[in-house]
């Protein structure tokens, strides 16, 4: 059974750093290509980034230039480097293909004071 675990939200101000991961088990993650959603309160969820098996990555305009996406293969781990958070970035973080085939994790909430 595929499993999503996300972590290393929390509370930040404007202009910090956060750095998400994305653990998973009962799938390869070098075999498919990745993505990282956010979903604020009474808003849909939405792509924020994509890596494809071969490292290729794009961005939500909103997040380009300050969220940078990786795998680590060997640790079957995919990340969300998220620098110069802004309170609009509070939201939480889930990660899922970019189709959103898996089942999802619980997420993990970033909060952004300004």
């Known amino acids: 059974q595929v499993q999503l675990v996300e972590s290393g939200g929390g509370l930040v101000q404007t202009g910090g750093s956060l750095r998400l991961s994305c653990a998973a088990s009962?799938?390869?993650?070098?075999?498919?290509?990745m993505a990282w959603y956010r979903q604020a309160p009474g808003q849909q969820r939405e792509l924020v980034a994509t890596?494809?098996?071969?490292?290729?990555?794009n961005y939500a305009h909103s997040v380009k230039g300050r969220f940078t996406i990786s795998r680590d293969n060997a640790k079957n781990t995919v990340y969300l480097q998220m620098n110069s958070l802004e309170p609009e970035d509070t939201a939480v973080y889930y990660c899922?293909?970019?189709?959103?085939?898996?089942?999802w994790g619980q997420g993990t909430q970033v909060t952004v004071s300004s």
């Open positions: 890596i494809n098996n071969l490292g290729g990555t």
């Open positions: 009962g799938i390869i993650l070098s075999s498919t290509s």
């Open positions: 899922n293909t970019p189709y959103r085939t898996l089942r």
